[in-house]
């Protein structure tokens, strides 16, 4: 079993910062992928970026990309989600989530564990 734990969310003005963390527990095995999702309201979840722990390999979606960077804190087992020059339109609750095979999948169905979110919101 893998448990995950966000947090870092929070109000930020539109061109500022906050920064993600994912904290995981239990079995965590090198070729999974750690994966940053977002949920707006009355929108299906979205894909932010996704890391695969073996070799740090990051695939981030089009609308984050030069903005959003992952990191990883392998002694903690923590993923951070750098969010820089924020948008309106990145308001959303934004979730971690394990996939435990290495395929860096793009979509909430190909992720096996998750975490409860945390809200982030940027004004104009």
């Known amino acids: 079993q893998v448990q995950l734990v966000e947090s870092g969310g929070g109000l930020v003005q539109a061109g500022g910062s906050l920064r993600l963390s994912c904290a995981a527990s239990?079995?965590?095995?090198?070729?999974?992928?750690m994966g940053w999702f977002r949920q707006a309201p009355g929108k299906e979840r979205e894909f932010v970026a996704t890391?695969?722990?073996?070799?740090?390999?990051?695939v981030y979606a089009d609308s984050v990309k030069g903005r959003f960077t992952v990191s990883r804190d392998n002694a903690k087992n923590t993923v951070l989600l750098q969010m820089n020059r924020l948008k309106p339109e990145d308001t959303a609750v934004y979730y971690c989530?394990?996939?435990?095979?290495?395929?860096?999948?793009?979509?909430?169905?190909?992720?096996?564990?998750w975490g409860q979110g945390t809200q982030v919101t940027v004004s104009e």
């Open positions: 890391n695969r722990w073996s070799d740090s390999l990051t």
């Open positions: 239990g079995r965590i095995s090198a070729w999974w992928a």
């Open positions: 989530a394990v996939d435990t095979s290495p395929v860096l999948g793009r979509t909430a169905e190909t992720y096996d564990y």
